[in-house]
């Protein structure tokens, strides 16, 4: 418990010094910057519940760092390790987060402690039931208010829980289902929330690679995905599906770290055969020509272009930073640099793409659900089958006049309209791509030589704006 409260502590001054270090760049008053970093309010709550006829006391924490823009946004996470710090930090992260990809949320993270991997279903939905309901009553979750997503240990069968219980206790409320994103598409979610981070991931990565200025001296050509070797920490949700994007546009995965344990190929590891080997006999352990790496940390140290720590928090530190030998060290989890390792990283010529730049795909698609529940109608619902008779119209001008018919499936290509899928990723690859860019932006302006720096000053400087706006504070 000590220890695991120290690494929450360790989390949250990380990001504060991170936060600090940016804010020096900024030219906001030191009040407005104070109040920017401050974390608005925390709401803890203890409530029993019966396990095998046993009464057990659970706790759980809402952390809602700001509310300069409503709702607060961020995931709610299911582990043991839960404590106060540890949830601040992540709420904190939200916030800037939130900024970076101009998503209009304030940011918050909650967490409850419970063991997801241990604990039955049954036990799981009534904490979830509880636990949401404990929100409710104090008017700390709504489609205005505070709008929890999932988190490490929770998923959209957490979420359809949490929309259900809203919903149960606020019935008839038009917008009820905008209280909780990454539900499943059946109870309101939207097609690509699930992919969502490790895509977004994959779209970063992608981003910085074609980044002739940046990579310059770094000892990684710039160019394509192709052919680029990646570790990743951590197959759940994030690391799994950014390992695989970045497979499908031909990089080799090398490596995959796990709690059981590593595995290592220099020729590649098929992600997907992998993710199901792990299924099947509980272990990344053993997998096919791969060689195994007992203490899965390891893997970290070893040569690639990029490591994407995809797991938790504080797993590059002070003891292990001058081993990694990546070029790239692309955060999928959050905080999982401390201040100390980024030192050291930095000095080695490590790029850093930072969680709060990287990781946000996520809520990115969050923002979309929670659009697509306010206006109650599905993306695409609308203007599919107009844009699609736009485009056939066009098709067929083209074939008459060039005197050429298509075939039927280069016809079905052009004339196709957007489905939400479609929007969803185009969104997605939008804001990445665009967010990428006006970090950088900063970076050149301000002469900071690093991509934390800047995505915190951009989002620090944005968040700025509309204190400012209010015209209260000198
Ligand atoms: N838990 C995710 C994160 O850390 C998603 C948050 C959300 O979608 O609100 O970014």
């Known amino acids: 418990m000590g220890n695991e409260q120290n690494e929450g502590k360790k989390f949250l001054e990380s990001v504060l010094q991170y936060f600090d270090h940016a804010a020096s760049f900024s030219h906001l008053s030191p009040g407005i910057i104070s109040q920017i970093r401050a974390c608005n309010s925390v709401y803890k709550v203890s409530f029993p519940i019966e396990v095998d006829g046993k009464v057990e006391v659970v706790e759980g924490i809402r952390v809602q760092h700001s509310h300069h823009k409503l709702p607060s946004k961020g995931g709610i996470r299911f582990s043991m390790q839960v404590d106060e710090d540890e949830v601040k930090a992540l709420a904190t992260l939200m916030t800037f987060k939130c900024a970076v990809v101009d998503v209009p949320f ?24 509880r636990y949401a309901a404990e929100l409710i009553k104090k008017n700390l979750i709504g ?14 069968r957490e979420m359809a829980w949490i929309a259900d219980t809203y919903q149960a206790l606020k019935y008839g409320e038009t917008n009820a289902l905008g ?47 192709e052919g680029r070797s990646i570790i990743v920490q951590g197959l759940g949700n994030v690391g799994y599906h950014a390992a695989y994007f970045c497979q499908q546009d031909g990089a080799l995965i090398t490596g995959i770290a796990e709690r059981e344990g590593g595995i290592y190929d220099p020729n590649g ?43 938790l928090e504080n797993q590059i530190h002070s003891g292990n ?26 000095e080695k010529g490590i790029i850093i793409l930072p969680d709060l730049y990287l990781n946000a795909g996520g809520v990115t698609v969050s923002y979309f659900e929670w659009l697509k529940n306010l206006s109650n109608v599905r993306f ?49 690859e939008d804001t990445m791509i665009n967010a990428y860019h006006e970090i950088r932006d900063v970076m ?8 934390r720096t800047a995505a915190f000053l951009t989002a620090i400087e944005k968040i700025g704006v509309s204190y400012e706006a209010l015209g209260i504070f000198p």
């Open 380 to 428: 695409g619902r609308m203007g599919k089958r107009a844009e699609e008779s736009h485009f056939r119209r066009i098709v067929n001008a083209i074939e008459s006049t060039s005197g050429k018919t298509m075939s039927a499936n280069e016809r079905a290509l052009l004339i196709h309209g957007s489905d939400e899928i479609d929007l969803v990723r185009s969104g997605l």
């Open 179 to 225: 209280c909780v994103t990454g539900k499943p598409v059946g109870q309101g979610g939207i097609r690509g929330r699930a992919e969502a981070t490790g895509l977004g991931v994959y779209y970063g990565i992608r981003e910085l690679l074609s980044d002739t200025e940046l990579l310059k001296g770094r000892g990684i050509e710039a160019g394509s995905m």
């Open 444 to 451: 050149d302006k301000k002469g900071i030589p690093d991509l």
């Open 106 to 129: 304030g940011g918050a993270k909650g967490g409850v402690k419970i063991n997801p991997r241990t604990s039955s279903v049954k036990t799981l939905e009534k904490v979830t039931r």
């Open 269 to 311: 590891i098929d992600v997907q055969d992998a993710f199901k080997h792990r299924s099947e006999t509980g272990s990344i352990l053993n997998y096919k020509n791969a060689k195994n790496i007992e203490n899965s940390v390891d893997l970290l140290e070893e040569e690639c272009d990029v490591l994407i720590p995809a797991a």
């Open 321 to 346: 930073a001058a081993n990694i030998k990546a070029k790239i060290v692309a955060e999928g989890a959050n905080g999982p640099v401390t201040k100390d390792a980024e030192q050291i990283l930095l």
């Open 143 to 156: 489609p205005g208010m505070d709008v929890p997503a999932p988190d490490y240990g929770t998923g959209s």
